[in-house]
């Protein structure tokens, strides 16, 4: 009997899905930044304070990641295709009370919900992608995903700020509406009714209550080590720490663990999730503190310096799907490695900043560890999934969003922690201008070279990897590599 052609090509049934799929990672991505621009506007609405106001944020990254895992495990037990459309619609609907919130503790309360659904369409993208389409077409349809991702996280700061002075805040919520109805729709056409991939399974419940509290108390403590109350954040990560060594306990001795810690012997699934949270760490890192050597620094105006941000995930959207597409025919590793350099050679020269550079060279370097990160992290994304049995694709797919999302956190605290040491006290001291902007260049320089090791550590830990020919197959079984 022959065997059947390994697709090259997506064929049109086969693009729809990856659009569902790209349209609740689009959604994510921008809701991750569109509602930042419009905390001081929430704010003055409801007459709160600012340490108030940021709870909107908190509140929803914590029941998000806290809840990935979880997530996954369900799409594993009652169907992929009917969990992502109900936490589509969980998203919308939350999306819809967020706009309608009277007060901010309403408010808070419907990014909650909002969370919760948006935690399901995160968690099951790269599984649902990896269970639908065929091996051969995986790593151009992360990319696509990927693509999609960038887009809504670039377009969030720019549409935000346009719905928030045209209109009101409450817009920010509204946007999301016609996306998810056409989503739903959409998804309830074209993804296909498969059989659950663990019908009898049980949720860990045990595990799931560690992993809220292990990450609730790591973001709480991570937000707040470096505001007035240091003491707090230091309490939050010791705990935290405890929870996590209580949690991987638990996952050691569970029947059915929401992570399948015996995965983790295999290197090159352990090494390529650490990539993950490296890659994600350094992005998220020079995004958040970019911004601060536009405006302190190099004197732009806010709106002008939004705009010459964009030149990242630029380079990301332009290289994604290509290099997703490379991964199908060459493997993953070759591409992984060669987009950990860009970046590096990227945070190098971004490390060369000073006052006299010119705006042109910050475009040019920002769009290059765009670049770099596109290059990379689809087939990274590919890799971990091509890692795995069939049986812990869901767990997988929830785990590499739980890294995304944790660099995202960790990256941030950690440059602004490294901006703080290099700088000591002139940060306060230019708040008073007392001291000339320039010589906080220095202190940017450190954290741009603080990334730069980050990929640098990449590139290692790639190197450990062994290569692993390009899929060639649709049947999804994956066999285990050392």
Not at 271 to 300: D, R, T
Not at 340 to 358: G, I, K, N, P, Y
Not at 382 to 387: D, F, L, N, R, Y
Request: aromatic share 8%.
């Amino acid at each position: 009997m022959a065997e059947c052609p390994t697709p090259s090509r997506m064929s049109p049934k086969d693009l729809l899905i990856v659009i569902v799929v790209a349209l609740g990672s689009f959604m994510a991505g921008l809701d991750a930044t569109i509602v930042n621009i419009a905390l001081p506007d929430i704010a003055k609405s409801f007459d709160v304070s600012t340490v108030a106001v940021s709870w909107v944020l908190n509140a929803y990254l914590i029941i998000l990641v806290s809840l990935l895992l979880a997530a996954s495990r369900l799409g594993d037990m009652k169907g992929y295709r009917s969990v992502f459309i109900g936490g589509f619609a969980l998203f919308t609907t939350g999306s819809l009370l967020c706009g309608l919130s009277p007060s901010l503790d309403i408010l808070i309360i419907s990014r909650m919900v909002q969370a919760v659904g948006g935690a399901v369409i995160s968690a099951l993208g790269a599984v649902m992608v990896t269970s639908y389409l065929a091996a051969s077409l995986r790593g151009q349809a992360l990319g696509i995903v990927a693509m999609f991702t960038m887009l809504g996280a670039a377009l969030g700061p720019v549409v935000g700020g346009f719905l928030t002075s045209a209109f009101s805040w409450q817009y920010i919520f509204f946007v999301n509406l016609p996306v998810g109805i056409v989503a739903i729709i959409l998804g309830m056409h074209v993804i296909p009714r498969l059989a659950p991939v663990s019908p009898t399974s049980k949720m860990d419940n045990g595990g799931i209550v560690l992993v809220f509290v292990a990450l609730g108390t790591l973001i709480f403590g991570l937000t707040t080590l470096q505001g007035p109350a240091p003491v707090m954040g230091i309490t939050a990560l010791v705990i935290s720490a405890i929870f996590w060594l209580l949690f991987y306990l638990q996952e050691r001795r569970a029947k059915e663990p929401l992570v399948n810690i015996p995965l983790f012997s295999n290197r090159a699934y352990s090494l390529q999730n650490a990539c993950v949270l490296l890659i994600q760490m350094a992005m998220s890192g020079v995004m958040i503190i970019m911004p601060f050597y536009l405006e302190i620094v190099k004197k732009i105006p806010t709106d002008n310096a939004g705009t010459i941000l964009l030149a990242l995930p630029v380079g990301m959207i332009l290289t994604a799907p290509i290099a997703g597409k490379i991964s199908d025919v060459i493997g993953t590793k070759k591409p992984i490695i060669t987009g950990f350099l860009v970046c590096t050679v990227a945070l190098f020269f971004l490390s060369t900043l000073s006052a006299a550079s010119s705006v042109g060279h910050v475009c040019i370097y920002l769009f290059f560890l765009g670049a770099g990160t596109g290059i990379a992290f689809s087939p990274l994304n590919s890799a971990v999934m091509g890692e795995c049995p069939v049986k812990d694709r869901g767990s997988t797919s929830g785990l590499v969003k739980m890294m995304t999302n944790l660099g995202s956190s960790l990256g941030v605290a950690t440059v602004m922690l490294v901006a703080m040491v290099a700088a000591g006290p002139k940060l306060a001291e230019y708040s008073a201008h007392l001291i000339a902007p320039a010589e906080l260049a220095g202190a940017f320089d450190m954290v741009f070279l603080f990334c730069m090791v980050l990929e640098v550590i990449g590139v290692v830990l790639m190197l450990g990897v062994r290569a692993r020919e390009p899929s060639d197959s649709s049947d999804g079984e994956v066999a285990m590599g050392f």
